[in-house]
């Protein structure tokens, strides 16, 4: 749906306070995870909603998904993500939310904003901080539709077990580090003209959200409620909607893409 106002969102260089004061890696986001039930169909829902095709990405070899990519600037993109029908892996597959029922913006992933932080301190952090666990960082890889290999490190075995089990509704993110790798980021190679405005949230318990979130530095991703201050407002199911900046205007994404 469009939307008709421009969120307030902090700027993607600004420091996050919080993260400052409890000593953690500033966090920005790398791109938002938006499941389809079929790659190619959610393509063409995506371009006539907001005038920009997004173009293909690549196959997770092993997983059972591929995926179609926008930039949306600044260093962050968008990612269709659907299963990979020609992989036998798709049958069961669900990391991201990609079981999903229904077409909606499951999770994101955050990278660091420095590039001096790694990981690593990322995780330490972390667990240090609020006790919350990011799991194993592992080396990942994927073929361009080129044929070139494009490499990351991933923490992402959290999101693995399916929408109805991604941390806090999909509220935290999983993380990526760009270090490894030897080609453009991907939101420097995908289609451009559609901008990052602000990404919300709501959970039952966005205090209890805000604890993990600080404790990755990752609470300058979220545009805040106005009310409480919080990264995730007061409601009855977590849900993450982006709001973008399109060649049709404003266009809140949470669910289909209609």
């Given at each position: ?108 992933c ?11 301190r ?35 075995d ?11 509704g ?77 060649p ?11």
């Amino acid at each position: 749906m469009a939307g008709s106002a421009s969120p307030k969102k902090r700027p993607a260089s600004a420091m996050d306070p919080e993260a400052l004061a409890a000593g953690c890696p500033e966090l920005r986001v790398d791109h938002l995870v938006f499941v389809v039930p079929e790659r190619d169909a959610g393509v063409a829902d995506f371009e006539r909603l907001t005038g920009v095709r997004p173009c293909m990405g690549g196959r997770h070899v092993g997983i059972g998904t591929h995926n179609a990519l926008v930039s949306l600037g600044e260093g962050a993109y968008l990612e269709l993500l659907a299963k990979d029908p020609t992989q036998e892996e798709s049958k069961t597959a669900a990391w991201l939310g990609v079981d999903s029922s229904k077409a909606c913006l499951t999770t994101f992933c955050a990278c660091p904003a420095n590039a001096a932080d790694q990981l690593d301190r990322v995780a330490t952090s972390s667990k240090d901080q609020s006790g919350y666990d990011v799991g194993p960082i592992r080396d990942m890889s994927r073929h361009t539709p080129v044929g070139k290999l494009l490499r990351w490190r991933l923490a992402a075995d959290n999101h693995k077990q399916g929408v109805a089990q991604l941390p806090e509704g999909g509220l935290v993110p999983f993380l990526i580090d760009w270090s490894l790798k030897e080609l453009p980021h991907p939101s420097e190679t995908s289609p451009s003209g559609c901008r990052l405005v602000a990404l919300r949230a709501q959970h039952p318990d966005p205090s209890a959200v805000e604890k993990v979130l600080v404790g990755l530095g990752a609470t300058s991703c979220f545009s805040r409620d106005e009310t409480s201050g919080l990264c995730a407002a007061s409601g009855p199911t977590p849900k993450l909607e982006v709001v973008l900046e399109t060649p049709k205007g404003l266009v809140t994404l949470s669910g289909d893409l209609c």
